[in-house]
């Protein structure tokens, strides 16, 4: 059965709606990027290169030092969205628009780039291990020029939801489990939590049917929907059309994941490096304003 539900959706009204399905399985692959950050990379790779609006989503997840403390020195954005969402560790943030913050365990950063911003990303040095994710999400053509915006989250304001059959689960952006996450204004509307479950528990998240919506696990084994595929860690599944997923933590082990959920933008995405847009001229203007200095300092 069902172990959670929303307070407004009964279980036999979710086990009537359309249950979320697994289009594709996309296991994270080691890369680098930065200066030389040793990562996980799932979506934004050769298999699965973007789940619009969704363009890339990688995990940094080591205990040595050598593998992230060079970080990623200052750089330019234009034209969407990146989410910083630490689990361990800490990493230092800098922008060309004055912005400063710290993101400890449990905090996001969720920054607008819009027409162009410069800033670092840079892991300090506090021992143990740096564990984090970056996801990429585009902007509609109607705001890639839109003034850069900063939105930093503490860990305090990110709501953390009991699950009736066990576990918790964090709300970071949209809404579920009658919590409204603290991340607001993005034009997409995306639904982002945190969910952690004991073995053998189930939920059930309800989502718009008609969003883009993916899962990553990050810790056990996953069953998601009625597929009876074991979706291990470090593995990112996307989704097809429905009103609710139902997942199952089928391993020996405590089930952690991400859910995303958005709007689909549907228009053309043209990407080279740190620039999104939607044509080549539009890439070719970015390039020259950051080297003109036009996108900040």
């Known amino acids: 059965m069902f172990e959670a539900a929303t307070d407004k959706m009964t279980l036999d009204e979710l086990r009537a709606n359309r249950q979320r399905g697994i289009v594709q399985v996309v296991p994270a692959f080691p890369t680098q990027d930065g200066a030389g950050v040793r990562l996980l990379r799932s979506l934004g790779s050769r298999s699965l290169p973007e789940l619009d609006p969704f363009l890339m989503l990688d995990e940094i997840r080591s205990d040595d030092p050598r593998d992230w403390i060079a970080g990623f020195p200052a750089h330019p954005h234009r034209g969407f969205e990146t989410v910083t969402y630490m689990l361990e560790g800490a990493m230092e943030h800098a922008d060309s628009e004055g912005n400063?913050?710290?993101?400890?365990?449990?905090s996001v950063q969720w920054?607008?780039?819009?027409?162009?911003?410069?800033?670092?990303?840079?892991?300090?040095?506090?021992?143990?291990?740096?564990?984090?994710f970056q996801l990429w999400i585009n902007l509609?053509?109607?705001?890639?020029?839109?003034?850069?915006?900063?939105?930093?989250?503490?860990p305090d304001r990110?709501?953390?939801?009991?699950?009736p059959g066990g576990g918790t689960a964090r709300v970071v952006a949209g809404q579920a489990f009658g919590h409204q996450g603290?991340?607001?204004?993005?034009?997409?509307?995306?639904?982002?939590?945190?969910?952690?479950?004991?073995?053998?528990?189930?939920?059930?998240?309800?989502?718009?049917?008609?969003?883009?919506?993916?899962?990553?696990?990050?810790?056990?084994?996953a069953r998601f929907g009625a597929d009876a595929m074991r979706v291990p860690r470090s593995t990112l599944v996307s989704l097809d059309k429905g009103d609710h997923l139902h997942?199952?933590?089928?391993?020996?082990?405590?089930?952690?994941?991400?859910?995303?959920?958005?709007?689909?933008?549907?228009?053309?995405?043209?990407?080279?490096?740190?620039?999104?847009?939607?044509?080549?001229e539009e890439i070719e203007e970015a390039v020259r304003d950051f080297r003109a200095g036009r996108l900040g300092s």
Do not use: C
């Open 247 to 280: 997942v199952t933590s089928t391993g020996e082990e405590e089930l952690r994941f991400l859910l995303l959920a958005a709007q689909p933008i549907r228009e053309p995405v043209v990407r080279y490096g740190p620039f999104v847009m939607n044509t080549a």
């Open 182 to 221: 603290p991340v607001q204004g993005i034009v997409t509307n995306p639904l982002f939590v945190d969910v952690t479950l004991p073995p053998g528990a189930e939920v059930a998240v309800p989502t718009v049917r008609s969003h883009s919506a993916f899962a990553y696990v990050i810790t056990g084994h």
């Open 140 to 154: 509609p053509r109607a705001q890639k020029m839109m003034a850069p915006r900063y939105q930093d989250i503490a």
């Open 111 to 132: 920054m607008t780039a819009g027409r162009g911003i410069v800033h670092s990303e840079m892991p300090l040095r506090r021992g143990g291990r740096l564990w984090g």
């Open 158 to 163: 990110i709501p953390e939801v009991a699950l």
């Open 100 to 106: 400063h913050g710290l993101l400890e365990p449990g």
